[in-house]
């Protein structure tokens, strides 16, 4: 017996609302400032804050698959009554850019604004809050409005709230793996693209070769040191089964299972989670040894023929005011 089916334009299809809790909210008349929502835990903590994020310079059509794509998040300031959702999840991740070509495909470039996007990138959720009481916070210019917000433990589930408390200690930790992961990518990622540029500056120069060999040299290191995070020869066009899921994609799969259902992680997740947070450290120490010695010597090197040295780490906003 066959089931039911539908046409693509049936008037009388519906939609369902998206999940999580709707914040609901009356504006007068439309602001000038943006309407920033802030989810705040019982204790004042920040969980997550809704505002309105611009394109990404890097989202070109076709250049990925529509799902995998992370799409700006809107939140409305129309006069009258607006509505935002929130998924009851955290923060996102840090967002992974990519400011050099793809190892061994040259054609795999980056785009117009300097940069690719991490093939990757669909690794980004946070995890799902844990039930209790949480404050929203509106905020338009130097206006802020708050109320309660009670998030409650779905009755369907045998997990207590205890077992979920448990299960969301873990996953915050592996969102905060995720995060240094992703900002030791970036890190290195900046380092290449300076490394690569100041190569390109002084080729032809017998005054800087021995600088030129060093900077191609600290670069393939540095390629090979984010070969332990993702495939570094992966291009993101569909060429996915040639090369194996690394360190990033294995936390993404980790937070995933133990989210699964609301239930204590397993003897075997917390093992994985361990292992996990010790290779972290240890790819963290290799870095910073790349950036002190490797790194350190190219710039001692600029230095004999004053050349301005490579930047590897600095605070934007202490750079702004000055």
Known sequence: MA????IANDPCQGKNPPYGASI???LKAEPKDEVVIAILDATGKPVRTLK????SEGEESGAEDERERDKPFSVPKKAGLNRV???LRYDRTTEIKLWTPTVDHAHATVGPQGWRRFPQ???RSGPLVEPGEYTVKLAVGKQEFTEKLIVRKDPNTAGTETDIREQTKLLLGIHEMTNTAAGMINQTERIRKQLRDLGA??????EAEAIVKAAR???????????????????????ELRWPDKFYAKLGFLASSIAEADHLPTAQ????????????GEEKAKLGKLIDEDLGSINNMLLEKKVPHIIYKFDRSSLLSR
């Open 3 to 6: 089931g039911p089916a539908g």
């Open 24 to 26: 609901n909210y009356y």
């Open 52 to 55: 309105t994020e611009p394109k």
């Open 85 to 87: 959702w929130w998924d």
């Open 121 to 123: 990138g669909r690794f």
């Open 201 to 206: 500056l002084l080729e032809g120069s017998a």
């Open 217 to 239: 040299d600290l670069d393939q290191k540095l390629a090979d040191f984010e070969d332990f995070f993702f495939p570094v020869r992966l291009t993101g066009s569909g060429d």
């Open 269 to 280: 997740q917390r093992e994985v989670y361990d292992l996990f947070m010790k290779q972290l």
